[in-house]
């Protein structure tokens, strides 16, 4: 998934398509008899195009958002700074999903 225009990486994909929302969300329906369950709610690169999608809208109506931030090349240190954060999420998502498994007889390896 690619938010930045594959022609001229300095300039912001405003087409509205990588909005939050328009993802393909995880589908968590485990049918029985599986070796494992699917727990996880995004990987990397969907963390981080999620928060990259919301840096221009507001959060609260009290404070200013980001919307003079017009970057999203990944080598700038405001990008960088949610490559991180996405990793975590992925990292955090990763041993949730994990531990999820170890809860079920089915699909527990301990």
């Known amino acids: 998934m690619s938010w930045i225009d594959d022609a001229n990486p300095t300039e912001i ?3 509205g ?6 993802e393909k969300r995880n589908n968590r329906n485990n049918r029985p008899g599986k070796p494992e369950i ?3 709610l995004g990987t990397h690169g969907s963390f981080l195009a ?3 999608a919301q840096i221009p809208q507001a959060a609260l109506a009290d404070y200013p958002t980001l919307e003079a931030l017009k970057t999203r090349r990944l080598d700038d240190s ?3 700074l949610l490559d991180a954060w996405a990793v975590v999420a992925d990292v955090l998502t990763f041993y949730q ?4 498994n170890e809860n079920y007889l089915s699909t527990a390896t301990e």
């Not at 398509?17 to 328009?22: A, I, L, R, V």
């Not at 999903?97 to 999820?100: D, K, M, T, V």
């Open 13 to 15: 994909d405003t087409c």
């Open 17 to 22: 398509c990588h909005s939050p929302g328009t």
């Open 38 to 40: 699917s727990y996880r």
């Open 50 to 52: 999620q928060m990259i």
């Open 78 to 80: 405001a990008i960088a």
């Open 97 to 100: 999903e994990r531990i999820a």
